[in-house]
């Protein structure tokens, strides 16, 4: 709408034109002056009109670029995301070779899932990013959550002692050797002496040759528990909270550690989900590649070989080449290892003996039972073997469900993943997971629906501000969920 005063010099007249658009001022003109004033007048007000849209236009530019933007400063990425969401409690249970710090995770009264992590790893490194992801917080309502860390491996621990002394090595001790006749294998003379630890120049490993002393009451070295001694560590666990069944979710060395528990003690696991599992020896590769490793590492420095080796042995390749905000991640927690510690793990995981697990096979014509007709072990649990397309472990996991019973197996690869599918894909494994758990029996009602929900809700709290910026944060309210009764299904 326009509202002007213009002169007409044909006529020498005023002519108003109040609140008149801009064709009928044109219109006007046209009927009572000449054709040059005409488009004078047109001209000036388009000029005015696209002075008011440049200077609208500016006005928009301005709050776009300057006022309407709000710097923030990109928060790196995390593991669990905010560590005041996750709530856990810490126990040391002293077992007879060593100690085990086991983080608590749930309700205590509900199922116990076990899971133990692979080398370089911990129970925060390892799983509570997956644990604290939000699509597995309605299956959580309904198990408790027990993390093993191996000895030494948790955050802050101090180095493992290498002699376990009783007393003051300075002080005298009485000791006794008892000499061997080679020939007979009998003792002939004994002798008692007195002496310090430190004044004593002898061996004082365990040995088998009868003609060598023996000695009585020397100190003794203290030796990193075996993978068959970490898997039977997990008895005390299991009498610290009073579980007597659970469900095992372990990576790497973690999963070979449980799975010698579950062929040990098969009564007290239900189930396993088990991530790069390996079930044969260390190849002569694997055993060149990890001693470098722990001499690097007893050297008391992670050297940047050791944490490539770590990082492929995580991730595999691929990732390590494309997932760099991931990597890097993973590189700033190997600051929090304990090398010494981690040099002592390294060494028990490369001489593992093969697991002892294999499929029974009936003969032709010949009616078997599991166990029977082999020497070998069948696991009596069902099984979930995970590994992603790209993982380093892919034909040791594939091994190792040609060892286990394809009625009780299910076999998941995941599409476009690493090494480690908690952390690039946890969506899926989520849903492999729970999927796993309701043919045991467990969780029954729950269906994918709830999970969009509580994702749904998720994002649309922390797009109002109310949950924390990482991937594994819980946002949302809580609410309580009946508790479902276990039920006891065969698949």
């Not at 060892?403 to 076999?411: A, E, F, N, Q």
């Not at 629906?449 to 922390?462: D, L, P, Y």
Request: aromatic fraction near 8%; glycine fraction near 8%; charge should be negative.
């Amino acid at each position: 709408m326009y509202s002007s005063v213009v002169v007409c010099s044909s006529s020498n007249s005023i002519v108003e034109f109040l609140s008149l658009n801009q064709l009928d001022i044109e219109k006007n003109i046209t009927m009572n002056t000449e054709p040059n004033f005409c488009d004078c007048l047109c001209s000036v007000l388009m000029s005015r009109r696209n002075k008011r849209k440049r200077k609208r236009m500016a006005e928009k530019l301005t709050d776009i670029e300057l006022t309407g933007i709000i710097l923030e400063e990109t928060k790196p990425r995390t593991l669990g995301g905010d560590p005041s969401s996750v709530l856990l409690q810490e126990d040391d249970i002293e077992t007879g070779r060593g100690t085990l710090r086991v983080a608590v995770q749930g309700d205590r009264s509900k199922a116990a899932i076990i899971t133990y992590h692979d080398i370089g790893l911990n129970h925060v490194t390892n799983f509570q990013g997956f644990f604290s992801y939000g699509d597995m917080q309605p299956i959580l309502r309904h198990f408790c959550v027990y993390h093993i860390n191996a000895p030494g491996q948790h955050d802050g621990a101090l180095p493992l002692m290498q002699r376990q002394e009783i007393g003051d090595p300075k002080a005298p001790v009485n000791f006794t050797i008892v000499e061997v006749d080679a020939s007979n294998g009998c003792a002939t003379t004994t002798l008692a002496a007195t002496a310090s630890l430190d004044n004593m120049n002898m061996n004082t490993e365990p040995h088998d040759d009868p003609a060598m002393p023996l000695v009585k009451g020397a100190d003794k070295r203290y030796h990193f528990p075996s993978m068959d001694e970490l898997s039977e560590m997990i008895l005390p666990v299991l009498q610290f909270y009073g579980i007597k069944h659970f469900i095992g979710f372990g990576m790497g060395a973690g999963a070979n550690i449980l799975t010698r528990f579950a062929l040990n003690h098969p009564e007290k696991v239900d189930a396993l989900a088990l991530v790069n599992c390996t079930a044969s020896v260390s190849g002569w590769t694997e055993w060149g590649w990890q001693k470098l490793n722990t001499w690097y590492l007893k050297s008391g420095s992670m050297t940047g070989f050791t944490e490539d080796y770590l990082l492929w042995h995580w991730f595999g390749q691929k990732t390590v080449d494309q997932n760099y905000d991931l990597v890097r991640m993973y590189r700033d927690t190997m600051k929090h290892i304990n090398p010494h510690n981690l040099a002592l793990f390294i060494e028990s995981y490369t001489k593992r003996t093969a697991l002892a697990v294999h499929r029974d096979l009936p003969k032709l014509g010949v009616k078997s039972t599991p166990g029977k007709n082999t020497g070998a072990r069948a696991l009596d649990c069902d099984v979930l073997l995970m590994a992603g397309d790209n993982s380093p472990h892919l034909d040791a996991m594939v091994d190792m469900n040609s060892r286990i019973d394809p009625s009780k197996t299910s076999w998941m690869k995941i599409s476009d993943c690493g090494g480690m599918p908690l952390e690039e894909a946890p969506e899926k494994v989520c849903d492999a997971f729970r999927l796993f758990l309701q043919g045991l029996g467990y969780v029954p009602f729950m269906s994918q629906t709830k999970i969009m929900e509580s994702r749904s809700a998720a994002s649309r709290a922390s797009l109002l501000g109310a949950g924390g910026g990482g991937r594994g944060s819980i946002t949302g309210t809580t609410h309580q969920t009946p508790v479902v009764q276990e039920q006891e299904a065969e698949c």
